[in-house]
């Protein structure tokens, strides 16, 4: 290892060092604790043990909305925990890459990529349904909109050639998505890489 290999035997290294092997409870005190840093590295329980916590959490928030027959306010405290954790679970992404010696701009890369396919099929899809629907289903749109009353469902009968290749499209651009996905998991599971350690604020050397 180009680094001291830290671990529960040899005891809980410093923050700017990946803890291998962290516990539930250390792994999401550092991931809070490395809020907003992007640089340095992020073991693989430093990255999903804290995962596990927040989807833990979430679910019980859940259960309450169950329990209390109400999902506004468990619903509420969700999106808050939503926000609260997006910049930690960015930066540990981020640190994650490091330590798997990639560089940060693969996870700009695979998320912009997903979102952007992911926007970019519904665009397309809404086009293959009206390319398929016709113009009927505008101007019944307009209609329902004038008079306040339900937008009836389209009638397609046969799809158009057109609509086809537009509909398929959508599916290649979705599939891209779900690719893009792919990849960030793996990525996120694989082992740690010695040469990860450029990443690091502090080279030493044992």
Request: hydrophobic share 55%.
């Amino acid at each position: 290892m180009a680094t001291t290999p830290y671990s529960p035997h040899f005891g809980e290294p410093p923050l700017n060092q990946p803890f291998y092997g962290a516990g539930p409870l250390q792994a999401t005190r550092r991931y809070f604790a490395h809020y907003a840093t992007f640089r340095g590295r992020a073991s693989r329980s430093e990255f999903w043990w804290p995962q596990v916590v927040i989807a833990v959490l979430n679910a019980a928030l859940i259960l309450i909305g169950w329990l209390l027959d109400t999902a506004t306010i468990p619903l509420a405290l969700s999106s808050i925990l939503s926000l609260a954790t997006f910049i930690p679970w960015l930066s540990a992404a981020c640190r994650r890459m490091h330590d798997t010696n990639r560089s940060g701009k693969w996870l700009l890369i695979l998320l912009l990529g997903s979102v952007m396919a992911f926007y970019l099929a519904i665009i397309v899809a809404v086009v293959g349904i009206l390319l398929s629907a016709g113009p009927s289903l505008i101007s019944d749109i307009m209609f329902a909109s004038r008079t306040n009353g339900p937008v009836p469902l389209p009638a397609i009968d046969a799809l158009s050639p057109l609509s086809i290749v537009v509909l398929f499209a959508a599916a290649c651009v979705a599939t891209f998505s779900v690719i893009c996905w792919i990849l960030f998991v793996i990525f996120m599971t694989q082992e740690s890489v010695d040469a990860g350690v450029r990443f690091d604020r502090e080279v030493r050397l044992v």
